[in-house]
Nanobody
Framework: QVQLVESGGGVVQPGGSLTLSCAVS????????IAWFRQAPGKEREAVLS????????VYADSVKGRFTISRDNAKKTGYLQMNRLTPGDTAVYYC???????????????WGQGTQVTVSS
């Protein structure tokens, strides 16, 4: 059974940082890309926020480019999203996903986590 479990969310002040983790089990992560999405309260899930393929190539949405860094540790079967210079506009539930290919939409990915809440507030 494939499981993706996000962790690392919480409450942070504007300008602060958080690192999210996505622990993967039941899947050979070496063969899959990892992506992060988010969904703010009352809004639809956004297009892909950040993506890293099995070769380490990355893609970022303009809204997070230069502030967020995606990475992966295949030995630990874990993906990460380092988030810096957070703003209240980053408040959302953050989801990780795994899939074989790049896709901008959440339904392009085969496996999903349950999400972790990130709240940016003073």
């Amino acid at each position: 059974q494939v499981q993706l479990v996000e962790s690392g969310g919480g409450v942070v002040q504007p300008g602060g940082s958080l690192t999210l983790s996505c622990a993967v089990s039941g899947l050979n992560l070496d063969d899959y890309a990892i992506a992060w999405f988010r969904q703010a309260p009352g809004k639809e899930r956004e297009a892909v926020l950040s993506f890293i393929n099995k070769f380490g190539s990355t893609v970022y949405a303009d809204s997070v480019k230069g502030r967020f860094t995606i990475s992966r540790d295949n030995a630990k079967k874990t993906g990460y999203l380092q988030m810096n210079r957070l703003t209240p506009g980053d408040t959302a539930v953050y989801y990780c996903a795994a899939g074989e290919y790049f896709g901008r939409s959440w339904d392009d990915y085969e496996f999903w986590g349950q999400g972790t809440q990130v709240t940016v507030s003073s």
